[in-house]
């Protein structure tokens, strides 16, 4: 037995092996591997550009996604645009800006018929004696002298008196019947004696004047206080006044005088 | 082996030995000479984008790895099936490789892998030769020449064939790739002292199976050249 180096094969045993075995690779077989070898060097440069549009494409998207919302956000603070919509989908500000122009008394002169009504007529005034006994309630209760002279109307009659009373449960009485009950000569010293607090029930005489954006907000305070017949004929008046006012969709966004 | 210095030396070549010509001369020499880049350059060129050195080094090995795998498997379809995997690892493997072996050790180590990979696939390829080529008489010898070829050829090839798989795949490693031991323990993935054992097995094995008159043929086959 021959002894094997680590380089060392045995000759013989090699040499028969090489004489017997001659074969060669057939010749499709050598066209295929060389094709693909020529095919894969093309490949793979197509491989290697592909291989980065996966992550070219992200990060694409990820610039492109940052740039938009960087550039909204330039372009709605430059107008003053809220960032996001209303929630009915109109941005209403622009029309209450409008509207507060249209409506602004500076510039404009009332028609007569829309005055302001501060006082009542004496005919609805209580008398001395029943502002002095603080019955409220019959106060603003339509005397029946005068009743006669009201529309037949038994609707509005109600409606009237209830919200006559409404307002006489608010304020306090001395200070109303003070002021509705006085001549004219003594109500500048009735209101001077019985002038309501400064936390009083809200009343909308002051926003009348101011603008009929304040004198809604003052019919929404109304409301929220539970006066809705008050507020109604607020209302009614106000749309009586001014005739082309559109409420805006909430109180915060009425723009404040 | 740094790719440079693998590109740098195999260019050099024998152009380097030649201390009468003046430099401008040599390196002019040495352009009109056709210089055997080593198998790895070749490969490195061709992963640079060269088809032409994958061709070269492909032609340098395509007999050898395909008689390895046709032993291995003893069946063409599935030696050629093999072969054609094996190359194309080479293929798309080659941005990936790197001259810290013999380009041969790295060649036949893929091969040896795909067997296994093969062998674990579906044994019935290796059962036994669907198509023996060796049962095929030689063009070039008479008809009794032919006969005794053919049945020296049968019977170290049986030989062959019986063997077990690990030592027959390392008697081929030594015999196609002209790998040493410690070559083919490297390629197998086994120590240096089983891959001796292994092949000394092997080529007792055959030594013992030879007869006589395989042993004249051998003599007289000597000067054969291989195609």
């Known amino acids: 037995m021959n002894k094997l180096t680590d380089n060392e094969r045995d000759e013989s045993v090699g040499k028969a092996y090489r004489a017997f075995s001659t074969e060669t690779v057939p010749d499709d077989v050598n066209r295929r591997v060389l094709r693909e070898a020529a095919s894969g060097e093309q490949a793979g440069f197509w491989q290697r550009f592909y291989s980065w549009r996966r992550p070219l494409a992200f990060a694409a998207t990820l610039v492109l996604g940052i740039s938009l ?9 430059d107008t003053g645009a809220p960032l996001l919509p209303a929630v009915d989908g109109a941005n209403r500000e622009d029309e209450l800006l409008e509207n507060e122009a249209r409506y602004d008394d500076s510039t404009r002169t009332l028609p007569a018929e829309a005055a302001p009504v501060t006082q009542a007529p004496a005919r609805f005034r209580a008398s001395p004696d029943q502002a002095a006994s603080g019955n409220t309630a019959s106060k603003f209760s339509v005397p029946s002298s005068v009743e006669a002279d009201l529309p037949q109307d038994t609707e509005q009659r109600e409606e009237r008196s209830r ?28 209101r001077t004696m019985y002038a309501p607090p400064q936390q009083a029930q809200p009343d909308c005489s002051d926003a009348r004047d101011e603008s009929p954006y304040a004198w809604w907000r003052c019919i929404q305070v109304l409301r929220s206080a539970g006066h809705a017949a008050l507020a109604d004929d607020e209302w009614q008046q106000l749309l009586k006044r001014y005739p082309d006012f559109r409420a805006p969709p909430s109180p915060d966004q009425a723009p404040r005088c | 082996m740094t790719r440079s210095a693998a590109l740098s030396v195999s260019v050099c070549g024998s152009t380097c030995d030649k201390p009468s010509l003046s430099p401008p001369a ?49 069946n063409r379809d599935a030696a050629a099936d093999l072969f054609q995997e094996v190359w194309s690892k080479i293929i798309k493997s080659r941005d990936r490789y790197r001259p810290t072996a013999k380009f041969n050790t790295y060649l036949f180590r893929v091969a040896h892998n795909a067997f296994i990979d093969h062998l674990r696939r579906n044994k019935r390829y290796c059962d036994g030769p669907a198509d023996d080529p060796d049962l095929r008489a030689s063009e070039v010898d008479g008809p009794d020449q032919q006969t005794e070829r053919l049945i020296a050829r049968q019977r170290f090839m049986q030989a062959l064939a019986l063997l077990p798989d690990e030592q027959r795949d390392t008697f081929l490693l030594s015999e196609e790739a002209g790998l040493t031991v410690e070559q083919i323990a490297t390629a197998t993935g086994v120590p240096k002292e089983t891959a001796k054992s292994r092949l000394r097995y092997a080529v007792n094995k055959l030594r013992e199976t030879m007869s006589a008159e395989l042993a004249q043929d051998n003599d007289a086959l000597q000067s054969t050249q291989r195609p």
Do not use: C, W
């Not at chain 2, 055997?36 to 050898?64: I, K, Q």
């Open chain 1, 163 to 190: 919200s006559h009373e409404q307002l006489g449960k608010r304020q306090s009485a001395p200070a109303v019947s003070a002021e509705r009950a006085a001549p004219t000569a003594d109500a500048a010293e009735a």
């Open chain 2, 26 to 74: 040599a390196l002019a020499y040495a352009r009109t000479m056709v210089v055997p880049l080593e198998d790895s350059a070749l490969m490195l060129r061709y992963a640079e984008g060269d088809v032409a050195a994958f061709e070269t080094l492909y032609r340098r090995h395509n007999d050898s790895l395909y008689r390895y795998l046709l032993r291995l498997t003893n």
């Open chain 1, 69 to 77: 919302v960087y550039d909204m956000q330039i372009v709605l603070r």
